[in-house]
């Protein structure tokens, strides 16, 4: 269990302590989970509507549960409500079906746009061309909450300055003041050093 390194990892390499860890837990149990629980960690992260929902259902209340995966229109219905953060906004169809269905439940769905930052052949994340339309857009929708920006830097490549690319975007747009999520286990100290607000990280957690 690497989570309290990992912790004061962040800490280190922050400074100012404003760094969020995500605990990844997409590919891990119940039990594994409760271990990094019972260390004092309360924001966990999964990529699929039904592993969130069942962990959610099973885990204490106290947890909160960000999604980081695509998600389809048809699974936003069962996952608002019970999600913290959802990481992955990243159309304008998708938006309507989370403001439909938020309404619906009376709540205010909090999300983080998803770019494009990796610029390939990444199918999905609004392209920085359309960052600031997309987030003005969003804004008129009531029961949406953005609250920043989440992208991630492509495997195998310096990750550096796709990180800067994401921070400049970041800074000049509407939701500066929010949270800029990027790092995950291979990459999140590069993500720090380039001004990241939330990491994401699996698997060094659990290894
Ligand atoms: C799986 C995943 C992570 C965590 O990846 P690790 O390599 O396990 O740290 C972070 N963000 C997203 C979007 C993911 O899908």
């Not at 048809?74 to 938020?102: C, F, P, R, T, Y």
């Not at 790092?183 to 380039?194: H, K, R, T, V, Y």
């Amino acid at each position: 269990m690497q989570y309290i390194k990992i912790k004061e990892r962040i800490k280190e390499l922050s400074k100012t302590d404003n760094v969020d860890l995500i605990c990844v837990s997409k590919y891990h149990t119940i039990e594994e989970i409760k271990e990094v629980y019972d260390l004092g960690q309360r924001d966990f992260g999964e990529n699929k509507v039904q592993d969130l929902i069942l962990k959610a259902d099973t885990l204490p209340k106290d947890i909160k549960w960000h999604l980081l995966g695509h998600l389809q229109t048809n699974k936003v219905k069962a996952v608002v409500g019970k999600v913290h953060l959802i990481h992955s906004l990243d159309s304008i169809h998708l938006a309507e079906e989370i403001q439909k269905q938020s309404e619906k439940q009376g709540v205010v769905t909090n999300c983080l746009v998803q770019v494009n930052s990796t610029m390939i052949a990444d199918r999905f994340g609004v392209p920085y061309e359309e960052l600031d339309a997309f987030i003005d857009e969003v804004s008129a929708f009531k029961n949406i909450k953005l609250m920043g920006i989440m992208g991630m830097a492509p495997k195998d490549q310096d990750p550096i300055p796709y990180f800067q690319k994401l921070r400049q975007a970041f800074e000049n747009s509407k939701l500066k003041d929010g949270i800029l999520s990027m790092g995950m286990s291979a990459d999140f100290e590069q993500a720090i050093l380039c001004g990241s607000t939330m990491v994401r990280i699996g698997r060094i957690i659990f290894e």
